[in-house]
């Protein structure tokens, strides 16, 4: 069946560095995919779109910037929180549609990347 | 626009059944249901594409009532690893992204 890899499970980082989170697709080509946000006890929030070979779509609210998406192949697609603060930990989790393409085909996630900012 | 779900929590005793609720202001394209364990990735549990649509896999079944805009997740003699929380998301029309619930938590005890 349809994996979809996330790396690393957690990462501890210190307040104002960088950490960048992969999602990879391991028996598919995913030519978009989603990563969402979850707060404790909180909904899934989707924060972008990530389109291979062109910009990620991000949602009202979420800072380009910030949270940079990278999407360079169709396996591959890459989030990195720059500057990271506390207020920024969280559980990221990327997903991609299976079949790609039909807004109506199920997600499958990544197993989440728990985010803590010291 | 996020769907509303309900209840917020509930608990059951193993064999007891559970319905959650799923409504939206917006017509709806689709809807899925998902559940995730504490600490852990959301599974795809089923989702349901057509008005008047039910399907089930097990114990665990779901309808889609195009018309009042809502859908809803029954779970018959609730066993302890349905325990966790179930989302609903929708999808309102053919190039919008899936928007889940807030969550139904759900702890079954023995």
């Known amino acids: 069946g349809a994996v979809v890899s996330q790396h690393p499970s957690w990462v501890i980082c210190k307040s104002g560095t960088s950490v960048k989170i992969e999602c990879r697709s391991l028996?598919?080509?995913?030519?978009?995919m989603f990563w969402y946000r979850q707060f404790p006890k909180q909904s899934l929030m989707l924060m972008a779109t990530s389109n291979e070979g062109s910009k990620a779509t991000y949602e009202q609210g979420v800072e380009k910037d910030k949270f940079l998406i990278n999407h360079a192949s169709l396996t591959l697609s890459t989030l990195t929180v720059t500057s990271a603060h506390p207020e920024d930990s969280s559980f990221y989790i990327c997903?991609?549609?299976?079949?790609?393409?039909?807004?109506?085909?199920?997600?499958?996630f990544g197993n989440g990347t728990r985010l803590t900012v010291t | 626009q996020q769907p509303v779900q309900s209840p917020q929590a509930v608990i059951l005793r193993e064999g007891e059944d559970a319905v959650i609720n799923c409504s939206s202001s917006k017509a709806l394209y689709s809807v899925h249901w998902y559940r995730q364990k504490h600490g852990e990735a959301p599974v795809f549990l089923m989702i349901l594409l057509k008005g008047g649509e039910q399907k089930g896999h097990e114990k665990i079944s779901a309808s889609f009532n195009e018309k009042k805009q809502q859908s809803s997740l029954y779970l018959t003699a609730s066993q302890l690893s349905y325990s966790g929380t179930y989302f609903c998301?929708?999808?309102?029309?053919?190039?919008?992204?899936?928007?889940f619930g807030k969550g139904t938590r759900l702890s079954v005890i023995a």
């Open positions: 028996d598919f080509q995913a030519t978009t």
């Open positions: 997903s991609a549609r299976v079949p790609q393409g039909a807004y109506n085909s199920p997600l499958h």
């Open positions: 998301g929708t999808v309102n029309s053919g190039n919008t992204p899936l928007v």
